[in-house]
């Protein structure tokens, strides 16, 4: 039995898998700067965070071993993954309800002063 009380250990990951997934973080690494050099409008930040998204899972995956782990840590990884989801969506839920128009419609928020000297 080995130190970390595995009885049996896994073969390493070929170079190639490795080297595959460095040059696809790059591609989506370039991919981004060109994303952010574009004006997309609204979809900025959706495009943006989809790229993010992806090159997160691919180091989870890939550089993490959560690809050749066990399903108990695959579970635990993507419970988790699924309760941030739940408390984005009930965080965007409470944030869609929320009255920010809080001053009547007859007063106007006060203007700064223009200081000059």
Not at 6 to 16: F, G, K
Not at 53 to 78: D, Q, R
Not at 88 to 99: A, E, G, P, Q, V
Not at 101 to 106: E, G, M
């Amino acid at each position: 039995m080995s130190a970390h009380g595995h009885e049996e250990m896994h073969p390493p990951a070929p170079v190639w898998m490795y080297v595959t997934n460095f040059l696809v973080l790059v591609v989506l690494t370039i991919v981004t700067y060109f994303v952010a050099t574009k004006d997309l409008g609204a979809l900025s930040t959706p495009v943006a965070l989809g790229i993010a998204v992806v090159k997160a899972g691919l180091v989870v995956l890939f550089f993490m071993h959560v690809y050749e782990s066990g399903p108990l840590t695959k579970l635990v990884i993507f419970g988790s993954l699924f309760m941030v989801a739940v408390l984005c969506c009930f965080f965007l839920i409470d944030y869609s309800t929320r009255n920010l128009n809080v001053l009547p419609p007859d007063e106007a928020p006060p203007a700064v002063a223009n200081k000059k000297g």
